[in-house]
């Protein structure tokens, strides 16, 4: 059985684009051009950014919060 794993999942996004722009970055695949892909997927960039986003901030706030009580 095969588990869903977010940091593989974005980096195969990373290789499929990273190729596409080296190799044949005029090519269509599946239909799409290669900026339509990147617009298909960009959804998905941008809320692992926003997680990693909010993921620093709670560390702050826990680092915050920790001075304060000492």
Known sequence: MALYNPKRTA???QKV????QAIRP??????MTLE???AKVQ?????????LNLHNQATDSRTLRR???A
């Open 67 to 69: 001075q304060a009580d």
């Open 11 to 13: 980096g195969k996004l």
């Open 26 to 31: 005029a090519k269509q695949f599946a239909g």
């Open 36 to 38: 339509q892909f990147k």
């Open 43 to 51: 959804p998905s960039l941008e809320t692992r950014d926003q997680l």
């Open 17 to 20: 684009v990273d190729a596409w």
